[in-house]
Structures are given as C-alpha cells and as structure tokens.
C-alpha cells in the first residue's frame, strides 16, 4: 500500500506538471499583449509565484522515480491518470475493509474502554493513598525536628556538666591530701624514691591550694593546714639531709665530688625549698658556698705549696741573659751541674706542654712525684695546677647551675662565691712567682697553655673562668715582653773586647738567640701573636750587629768573614730545623738576614754547589761574604795569578795590549810557580777551609766554589797568553791543559 500511495503521488505531479505546461501553450498569444487581462490572483496555488520552490517537486518526482513499482509501471507504458484513479480506489476499498475489522473489533474495543475505566478508578485510589502517606511523613519530620532541637540542647547540658564535674574534680583531687602522701612525707627517709615522688605531689599541692585561694576559693582553707604541716616536716628533713650531706665534705680526706654527685639526684629538694621556705633554701645556699669556699681554698693553697717544690732548683735569674758573659762561673751551655737543670734559652722537649696529649694529661701528684726525686719545668707545673683549676670549675659551674637553678649572671656570682678566694690566691701567687721570674721561654708557654685551656672552657660552656684567664693573661704577657726587652738590651749593651779570647766558631751568644728565637718562633706558630714577632724583630736586629761587632774585633778580613759565615750558617740552620719551612716567620728572618748579609742558605751561597765544569751564573755586581771570602782564600797561593790577569783583562780593554810584551818575565814566573805549587796550594786551602768551618758541609760548599773560580782564573789566564804579544812566548808550552787541571781538582772534591 506504501508503494501504491508513492505511485498515486509520483503521478499526481506529473499530471499537474503536464497540466500547468498545456495552459502556458493555451495562454501564451492571448496573454502577450500588455493590459489585455488582469491576471489571476491564485494565492498559494500560484505556481508561477517565487515563493514555489520547483526545485523541491523535483526532488520528490526523482525520489518516488526511484520506486520499484514506479519504475515497473513506466516500463509497461500504463497511463498515470489511469493508474492514479485506480490507485485512489484501491485506497477506498482498503478504508472500507478497516472500518469493517473496527466494527467487528467493537466489542473488544467496548472491553479494553472498560478496563482502562476501570484502571484509572484504582489509580485515584492509590493517589490518595499517596497523599495521605506523604501528609504521614510531613507530620513525622516535623517530630523528628523536634526531637532534634531536644537531643542538641540536651547535648549542650551534658557538655557543660562534664566541664563542671572535670573542673570541680581537679580541684577536689588538688585539695584532697591522700593518706599516702601524709606517711610518706611524716615516715618515710628522704633518700626512698617514695619520698621524692610524694614530695613532688605535695608541692604540686601547695601550687594549686595558692593558686585557688587567690581565686577566693572557700575550700582550701580545709587543706591548708593539713598542707602547712606537711610542708614544714618536708622542710626539716630536706634541710638535715643536705646539710648533713654538706658538712661531709669537711671530713679530712673526702673526695667531696662523691657527696655533690649524690646530691644531683635529689636537686628537687632544693627546688622544693625554693618555692616553699625561701630561707632554709638560702641557709643552704650559704652554708656550701662557705663550706665549698674553704675546701677549695685550702686544697689549691696545699696543693700548689707542694707543687712548687717539684720545680728545678737552679732557675733563670736576673742576669741570666742572653747577653751576659759566658764566663766558668755561670755556663748556660756547659754541663749542668744538677742531673735536671732547667734550660733558659732551649726549648728542648718544653714544647710537648702544649701538645694535645700533655695539656690534657692527669695532673702531678706531688708525694709520688717526690718520692721518685723527680723535677720539672714551671710551665710543667703551671700546667698541672690548671688543669686541675679548669677540671674543678667546670664541674663546679655545672653542678651549681644544675642543682641551685641559676644561670647567667647569678650563676657567675654564685660561682665566683665558691670559687672567688681560690683564683684570687691563685692570681697572688702567681704575681709573687712572676716578680722574680726571667724564663722567657717558660713564661710563653704558660701564655698558650692559658690560651688553650680558656677554648676547652668555652667548648664546656663554662664561662664563668673568662674573666680570670683575662687576668692571668694580664700578668704574664708583660713579664713576658720584660724579659725580652731586658735580654735586647743585653745583647745591645754586650762589649765585644770584654768577651775574652775570641775565635771564628759560633759565638755563643748568637748560639742563644737561634735557641731561643727558634723556641719562639715553634711556640708561636699554633697561636700567632704579633707583639711577640715584633719584640723578636728587635732582638733580631741586636744580635746581627753584635755579630758584626764581634767580627770587627779579628784583625785580618778572612777570619772575619769566617766568623760571619759560621754565626749566620749557624742561626739560620736552627731556624730552619725548629719552624715550619714555609712559616712566615722563618721567611721573615732569612729575608732580614739576606738584605743584610746577601747570604743564601748554606747550599747557595756563592758558588756554592755549581759543578766544576761549569761556570756559575751570577750578578758580578753582588757581592757576599761566602764569594768574599773565596776570593780571600785564593790570594796568598795564587795572588800573583789574579793580580796579573786583572791587570792584563783591563789592558786588553782599554786597546793597550802591546803593553803585554814587557810583562814577559812575570808571565815565565807566574806559569811555572803555578805548575809546581798548585797542587800543595790546593791540598793547604781545603784543609784551612775544613779547619775554619764548623759545619763541614758548608766547608765542601766553600772548596767546590773556591775550586770552581780557580779554574775560571786559570781559563782567562789561557785567554790572556792567546793574545799576539804573548802567543809566541816558549813557556806557553808548560801550561797545564784545562781539562786536565778540572779532572785533578775532582780529586780535591770533599766527600761528606
């Protein structure tokens, strides 16, 4: 039926399409005229208006064209009217069949009515059961609303009830005294932990009943009683049992640090007596600091008496100076006449004091150390005894904090308290010794000593010692720079000729100063001091012009430049062995020591280790006291030879060579006393030279470089005899061949 209505449409629109095409061909000569006849006003049916879209019947025509039973009918050639009315027919036929099935369906139709009747009625009941539901419910949550603002306010009720019950409950459990804390308190010894634990609940107590009674609570005047007797009994026992435990440390012989240990682990007692009897807690407070005050007073009092007597008995006196003549009578350097003299101006093994290991060793005992006849060096001394000051402060500073709370300022008087009487008699000594004290050297060690102990103290937290360190610092740093001002002024006012017999070794004082700068300088390298470099600076400057005083003193310049070389080899040969080699001290002094003298170290100086084959490279402009001295060397063998090769050099220079052949004889002269008397010259010089010389490396280094510039002179002097005025000489023939002069004075070489 579908295919059949798109059949009967599909043919209604060709008839209309072909229809409108005949009436346009009817009308076309009769509507052509211009005002000939109106046109005809059809509205929507106008197919000729723009508002018919023809393009959209096209599209229906094409697609009912493509129907099977469309295209079956255009096929076959069957009129499209005709099969347009029988299409329409059928169309009818087909209404009339349904309206009979509806006719013969009524009863059904009659039925289903009634049963959707019926369907509706049950619908509306259960609407209004619905209804009357959702009412139910309406009512229910408005109770339950109501049950909810009631079950809130009873919450807020129950809140604050509890809150009142807590409050009330700590203030009954605070001023309730339970039976437990009473026997405790009245029975039990002060040293059971039950004692401690009910001691701190009774003063947890007494906090809370001042705390209500200043809020005017009613009750605590119930407890208060009962409080202030328990109060008073804890009081009386706690007082006995620390004054009894600070009266043992009075007993002779009472290592006193085992009772304060003790005390530490009952430090609330005085906590407790702080906060409740003020009185009694200052009682306490006073009577250690009197009793710790005397113990500790008269400990150090006896123990530095007996401390002092273990020191050397020979010292440094006031004219044991560096300056002051080494006469039989006082020897700074001969044999010690006691098995252990105490050195002044050698540090020696001194230096270990300051090691890591030494400054914190256990402190001396006197009695043991007396009973083995041992002796020991002041600062050794110094040391012990504060060592053992640094140790007891530290502990008595901590312990003083600890148990008496305090900190800050009222710690560092109630430390100074305890420990006032005992650095003040520590500080007098120490001023008593100092006055007639002239070991520099012992003097600078005790400076770092108190150096060092004052960063351990820091390192303890303790600063309760800094203001005596200060103190001590105060004393020794000017003794300190006295006695090496004294010892400048020794050195400066030191008479060459009142020395007595003199000779080209070290001189002893200058073997001092190396000494003792070298102590300085090794002391001074861990904890740099500039004064201290100055003062050394100024004694430095004394002692190098005492050197050449005494060097003026010999008659002839070779002695004196012997002299020279030996004294500087000397001091700078300890310098170098007792500081660092790249310290700047060191530098200092060897700078010092070159711009005065122009003297290298021992394996430079001069010539001083070149080869003999090979000339050295230096500046003819500077001269030293080790090329001076070569050159002093060589004159009395071969001063004919070096006169005449100047002379001749200078000739040669000037364009007067011809002047050379008159010098004929002299030359005959000069080449055969140097052929027949080198070898004896040579074999006299190395012994006069290891003869002047102390060290006998510096004696090889001195005959390398003597050696080496007696070749270079024979060389020019081979230049001299070239020349044309003397190149025909005969004797020419009895010079010695260079090379074979070298090789034989290899076999003069020293070997050390």
Known sequence: MAAAATMAAAARELALRAGASDMEEEEGPLGGGPGLQEPLQLGELDITSDEFILDEVDVHIQANLEDELVKEALKTGVDLRH??????????????????????????????????????????????????????????????????????????????????????????????????????????????PGFLEQLQELDAKAAAVREQEARGTAACADVRGVLDRLRVKAVTKIREFILQKIYSFRKPMTNYQIPQTALLKY????????????????????EYVETLSKIYLSYYRSYLGRLMKLQYEEVAEKDDLMGVEDTAKKGFFSKPSLRSRNTIFTLGTRGSVISPTELEAPILVPHTAQRGE???????????????????????????????????????????????????????????????????????????????????????????????????????????????????????????????????????????????????????????????????????????????????????????????????????????????????????????????????????????????????T????????????????????????????????????????ERLRGEEARVIQLIRGFGSSWKSSVESLSQDVMRSFTNFRNGTSIIQGALTQLIQLYHRFHRVLSQPQLRALPARAELINIHHLMVELKKHKPNF
């Open 83 to 192: 099969y347009s009315k029988q299409v329409e027919l059928e169309l009818q036929q087909i209404e009339q069949k349904s309206i009979r099935d509806y006719i013969q369906e009524s009863e059904n139709i009659a039925s289903l009515h009634n049963q959707i009747t019926a369907c509706d009625a049950v619908l509306e009941r259960m609407e209004q059961m619905l209804g009357a539901f959702q009412s139910d419910l309406s009512s229910i949550s408005s109770e339950i609303r109501t049950l909810q603002e009631q079950s809130g306010a009873m919450n807020i009720r129950l809140r604050n009830r509890q809150a009142v019950r807590g409050k009330l409950g700590e203030l009954v459990d605070g001023l309730v005294v339970p039976s437990a804390l009473v026997t405790a308190i009245l029975e039990a010894p002060v040293t059971e």
């Open 267 to 286: 430090r609330f007692f005085y906590q407790f007596l702080l906060g409740n009897e003020r009185a009694t807690a200052k009682e306490i407070r006073d």
């Open 374 to 616: 041992q002796r020991y060096p002041f600062e050794a001394l110094f040391r012990s005894q504060h060592y053992a000051l640094l140790d007891n402060s530290c502990r008595e500073y901590l312990f003083i904090c600890e148990f008496f709370v305090v900190s800050g300022p009222a710690a560092h008087d109630l430390f100074h308290a305890v420990m006032g009487r005992t650095l003040s008699m520590t500080l007098k000594h120490l001023e008593s010794y100092l006055i007639d004290c002239y070991d520099a050297i012992a003097v600078f060690l005790c400076i770092h000593i108190v150096l060092r102990f004052r960063n351990i103290a820091a390192k303890r937290d303790v600063p309760a010692l800094d203001r005596y360190w200060e103190q001590v610092l105060a004393l020794l740093w000017p003794r300190f720079e006295l006695i090496l001002e004294m010892n400048v002024q020794s050195v400066r006012s030191t008479d060459p000729q009142r020395l007595g017999g003199l000779d080209t070794r070290p001189h002893y004082i200058t073997r001092r100063y190396a000494e003792f700068s070298s102590a300085l300088v090794s002391i001074n390298q861990t904890v740099p001091n500039e004064r201290t470099m100055q003062l050394l600076g100024q004694l430095q400057v004394e002692v190098e012009n005492f050197v050449l005083r005494v060097a003026a003193e010999f008659s002839s310049r070779k002695e004196q430049l012997v002299f020279l070389i030996n004294n500087y080899d000397m001091m700078l040969g300890v310098l170098m062995e007792r500081a660092a080699d790249d310290s700047k001290e060191v530098e200092s002094f060897q700078q010092l020591l070159n711009a005065r003298t122009q003297l290298k170290m021992p394996s430079t100086w001069g010539y001083i280790g070149t080869s003999l084959t090979k000339p050295p």
């Open 618 to 657: 230096r500046d003819p402009g500077t001269a030293s006291p080790g090329k001076e001295f070569i050159e002093e060397l060589l004159s009395p063998p071969f001063g004919g030879l070096v006169a005449f090769v100047k002379e001749a050099e200078a000739l040669i220079e000037r364009g007067q060579a």
